[in-house]
Every structure is written in C-alpha cells, then in structure tokens.
C-alpha cells in the first residue's frame, strides 16, 4: 500500500507541473489519458479499498495534507469537485483526518466509476446520469496496429481436408465479441503483448486457424494450413463503453468491433479467423472474433476462446481439438436413407446461391434487438405453452423459439393470410448424437444440421401455443438422431460437384431462423481480468432478417438473451405487440445484477 501511496503522489507531482493544469482536473484528465488510466487505478486502489490507511498516525496526516486533498478532489469513483473554494478544500482535509472514512460517507458514490467526466462540476448529492448512447454510425473505431500473429510452433504445410458437414455451411462468417468494463489497471501494451504470446501458443493445437481459405469451388473453400497466422488488430474507440449500445450491435457496429478481415490477400484468400480488441476512453476494452463458418461453428469458437483464455491466465487447456475428419467420413456405400428434401436441396451450378431481391434492404435496414428472458419469464412461457402440463414438456429453446416465431411472423404481416405456411429452422448440434462411431465433444468443425418446422399461419397465430411448440420439438428430435446425421454425410457425399444448401430463401420465403448458443459457456472467457460483462454474436450475413440467436444471459442460469434480426419497421411492430407488452410489462423493471451496465432488465422479458 506505500507503494500504492508513492507512485499516487509522484502521478500527483507531474500532474500539478503540467503546463495545461488549471482548476478543473476533470478538464486535465480528459486531456491526459495516460493520466487518466493512472488515476483511475491507483486512485481507486488507495482510496476506496483501504482508505484509512493514510490515517494511520497524525504526522502522516500532517504531512500528506495536500495529497489527501487532491485524492478527494480527482478520484474518479467520486463526483468531481471542481469549482470549490480553498475553504471548501481544508473543509474536505480536515474531515478525512479525522475521520478517515468521512471521504466515502460524505462524498457520493456515482452509479458507474467510469462516469467523472460526465459528473456534475459542482457538488451533489445525486448520481451522475448515464451518458446518451451514441447512434452505430457515429461511434468512430481505428485501427492502430494490425499483424498476423503466427503459431509458436509450424506444422508441415498442407492442405486441410473439410467433411461432409462443414461442406453444408455457406461462406459466411460468425462475429462474437466480449465485453469487458475494466482490464483492472492493467496497460493496454501489456494485455495486446500477453494476448499475442497465447494466441501463438494456442495456434499451436488450433493450427487450422492459422491457415487460409483458398481456391473456392462452388462457395466450397479449401483451408491450406501454411502457417500464415491469425489476423490481430489493436483498434481505439472516440467514446466511453457506457456511450456504446452493446447489447444491440447490429451489422453497422458489429462490423466495426469483429470485422471480417483486417487485411487484403490479392490471390482472393480469407482468413479463418480475425481478432480485434478494442480500447475504449473508460480503460474498458471488447474483443471481437470473426470466424469462418464452414470451418469453425459456435461449439468449435467458442472452445478455442476458452483455451485462449486458460492460456493467458496460465492455466491448463481444458480441452485441446480433435481434428480427425475420418470421424464423418461417409459410409460404403453411402446411402441417403432419410428424406433430406425439406431441409435441404442440391443447388444446380447455374444458380445463385441464395437469389435476394434487390430492394429487400431498401424498405428498411435490418436492426437488431437483443431481449432478456429472466427464469420468471421462461417459467411462465413453459407453463403457458404446455398448458399447466397438459402437453410437453418443452425445453427453454424449444418455448422461446416458438413464441419468437409467432411474434415474428405476426410484425412481418405473413399472418394476414392464414392459409399460408410458415417455417421455423433450428440449428442442432450433432456431437452428443452420432454412435457409431462416436463424436467426441472437443471435436473441432462443424457439425450442424438443420431442422424445419411447417405450419399455417392461422394455426401458429390463433391456435394455442402448444401446438407450433409441439412441431417444433418433433423436428429437433427428428433430426438429432444418428441415422439421420450418418445419412446427411451420405447425401452430400452422393452429390459431391454440386452444392448442398438448405432448402429456403431467407429474403423471400415466410422462414424464420433460429440457433441455440445458451449452453456454450460464453461468460467463461476470461483472459485474467474477470469475466465479460456481456457477451454475444455482433452481426449476422448481410440484409438477412428474421434471425434469432438464443444466447446465455449474464444472470447466469435459468436466464437467457434473444438478439433478434428484423427490418427496423417490422420490429417497431414486433415491440408494439399486445402480447409481447403482456410478458414484457408483467413486472417492474429491476436493477439486479452488476453485469447488466445501466440497462434495466424486467421480470419478465425486456429489451436489453
């Protein structure tokens, strides 16, 4: 704690010599962001933690008169008193000598540290507002410094051979980021250092990632492991986190904190993988991954995120890849014995992928919504939709899924006609399903397949809940079996030359497209200063709405995040509706969790 005390009262010397100092430190240390960092922890540190320990004898207290002063006037955990008198000032001395506590009685706690440069420039006994969120558009990130960080240790050159299931996957990239509200004092040098040195020793067992994707055939890329490394970028924010919606990104901010590829390859090349950690004002920083989807799903990114983690926090790697394609190798002879029609089709070598209407985009932008399910809300959804258990029961996804898909199709306007047919698509995991022989859980690839659901528009809209609840839980089961996944292999494998896609149009059709990440982990992404304050996917393929992504809540279990994907206009209509308001207004809005930021979360269901 001397040490604490010294380094404070040296920072304090330089800052009183600095010719721009005048009487409104709040002003100096906006200037002043080395300043501003070394305030912020060292500061912290010695005055909110151990604030009697400047009172430990009276000639301490004589002789750091001065110091006590300033550590009142500049700690940012505190309103800033920047206009008072020097009668105010010995005012202030003369009670944290006596009472060395006086400080944190006297003084008020503002709801946020990092909101000094907002505070009021006057005394008061209020918490300092929010700052207002700054529209995507305006929130400016530069890049700073950009590399390729390569594997601590080269494998011999190959190429990587993609199975039968990462074939199934578009050329699309998935964009998770982490946010973090403090590094907890440490430098930002120091965190880029030590996240490139694990990066490169966990490359190592993830080499794939430290590959290219190359020579597209049919949107089929081949990965060549060459060794080229993963793309790094360091980025700075113009703004405080708490001036950042982030729990509503969207495709214009989602791209600016994981964007696709930070650098150009002229032969058409694409990374596997791009990594950005971005500083902001307040000393907090987000880390944002893109990953390639037809090399790496959810499960796969996620899991070298949490190895990365371990590593920077020196601890052993809980779970290193298994690489082995030979696992979905297709049978001999492969033999398609289920009927993949309705989810999928083979596209013939003439046409477009996925055929978009040009001016899909043009009516409204796509904008996104993330929504917070409590254990209350998921409770009285599963309650509702089994009818006190006369149907079901039905998983948290399986409910909130179904009650998404009804919402959705009503604010598109597709339930006007009831005889037309809508469509629900889940995305399920394969791993716990294949028996012969088994996937292990740490295996590294996709293994996805999708379901689909159908119903009519007047039976998902007037009929119970149970009964689109109940189609859609059949789909699921009906896919996640091993016949099925052994005989998609085979499907694909019939049609090699061609491309496998799934069988809708996400910009024509009446579909609505959904995925399950709440049991992934994501708030175990630790890199040593704590776990994220919040943690999602930024953005989703251009102009595709009606997406839903179904993600863990920083409540922790029982708890879970919707970020919904609309047309702005459409989701006015979504957030209007009478029976979301119903659930969305059940209760009032309650502060409960740290984790939260200044964002309410109600009982129920809530815009984050």
């Avoid at 028996?435 to 659901?453: H, K, L, R, T, W």
Wanted: glycine share 6%.
């Amino acid at each position: 704690m001397a040490a604490y005390a010294r380094r404070c009262q040296s920072i304090l010397k330089s800052f009183l010599k600095s010719p721009i100092h005048s009487c409104s430190p709040t002003l100096q240390l906006k200037g002043n962001h080395s300043l501003l960092h070394d305030f912020d922890s060292l500061f912290h540190s010695c005055a909110v933690r151990q604030p009697s320990q400047y009172a430990a004898s009276p000639t301490a207290v004589r002789s750091s008169t001065a110091f006590d002063a300033r550590r009142a006037y500049h700690s940012p955990a505190r309103s800033v008193l920047a206009s008072g008198s020097s009668s105010d000032i010995k005012a202030q001395v003369e009670v944290s000598s006596s009472q060395p506590k006086g400080i944190e009685q006297s003084l008020p706690q503002v709801k946020n540290r990092r909101t000094y440069s907002a505070a009021t420039a006057t005394y008061s006994q209020q918490y300092s507002p929010p700052r207002t969120i700054r529209p995507p558009e305006d929130v400016k990130i530069t890049q700073t410094a950009v590399c390729h960080v390569k594997p601590a240790l080269q494998v011999e050159e190959h190429w990587f051979p993609l199975s039968n299931m990462d074939r199934l996957m578009p050329s699309v990239y998935e964009h998770a980021y982490f946010v973090y509200e403090s590094t907890k004092g440490r430098a930002f040098g120091d965190i880029v250092a030590s996240l490139k040195r694990t990066l490169s020793e966990v490359l190592v067992p993830y080499y794939p990632l430290a590959g290219r994707m190359r020579n597209p055939e049919e949107g089929i890329y081949n990965v060549h492991c060459d060794g080229t490394g993963a793309e790094f970028a360091e980025a700075y924010a113009d703004c405080d986190l708490e001036e950042l919606d982030y729990h509503q990104p969207g495709p214009v901010l989602g791209k600016k904190l994981a964007p696709t590829r930070i650098f150009t390859a002229e032969d058409g090349s694409l990374p596997p993988v791009s990594i950005q950690i971005t500083r902001f004002k307040c000393g907090g920083v987000i880390v944002g991954c893109s990953f390639h989807h037809q090399i790496v799903d959810a499960h796969s990114g996620n899991m070298f995120l949490k190895a990365w983690s371990q590593n920077m926090r020196s601890q052993p790697i809980s779970r290193l890849p298994y690489h082995w394609r030979s696992l979905l190798q297709a049978r001999n002879p492969p033999v398609a014995s289920v009927d993949h029609s309705i989810e999928y089709k083979v596209k013939p070598k003439s046409e477009l992928r996925t055929p978009r209407i040009p001016s899909a985009e043009a009516k409204a932008p796509i904008v996104a919504r993330t929504f917070h399910f409590d254990n209350m809300a998921i409770r009285t959804l599963k309650r509702e939709t089994s009818e006190n258990g006369k149907y079901g029961p039905f998983t948290s996804t399986e409910c909130t899924s179904t009650y998404l898909w009804r919402l959705i199709m009503k604010a598109n306007g597709f339930a006007n006609d009831e005889n037309a047919t809508g469509r629900m698509i889940m995305s399920v995991d394969g791993r716990k399903r294949l028996q012969n022989p088994c996937v292990p859980e740490d295996y590294f690839g996709n293994m996805i397949a999708i379901s689909s659901s159908e119903c009519s528009m007047g039976e998902l809209v007037h009929q119970p809940l149970a009964n689109a609840a109940t189609k859609v839980q059949k789909s699921i089961a009906r896919t996640a079996t091993d016949e099925n996944f052994r005989s998609l292999i085979d499907y694909v494998e019939t049609n090699k030359g061609s491309t496998v896609m799934p069988n809708f149009n996400v910009f024509t059709d009446k579909v609505v497209i959904a995925s399950s990440c709440i049991y992934l982990g994501m708030y175990e992404i630790d890199f040593g200063w704590g776990r994220p304050q919040y943690a999602g996917y930024a953005t989703i393929p251009d102009g595709i709405a009606n997406f839903v992504i179904l993600l863990p809540s920083p409540l922790g279990y029982g708890n879970l995040n919707a970020s919904v994907h609309m047309r702005a206009d459409h989701m006015e209509k979504l957030e209007k509706d009478p029976e979301f308001e119903a659930i969305a207004s059940a209760n009032e809005p309650s502060d409960r969790s740290s984790h939260t930021h200044h964002h309410h979360h109600h009982h129920a269901v809530a815009a984050v």
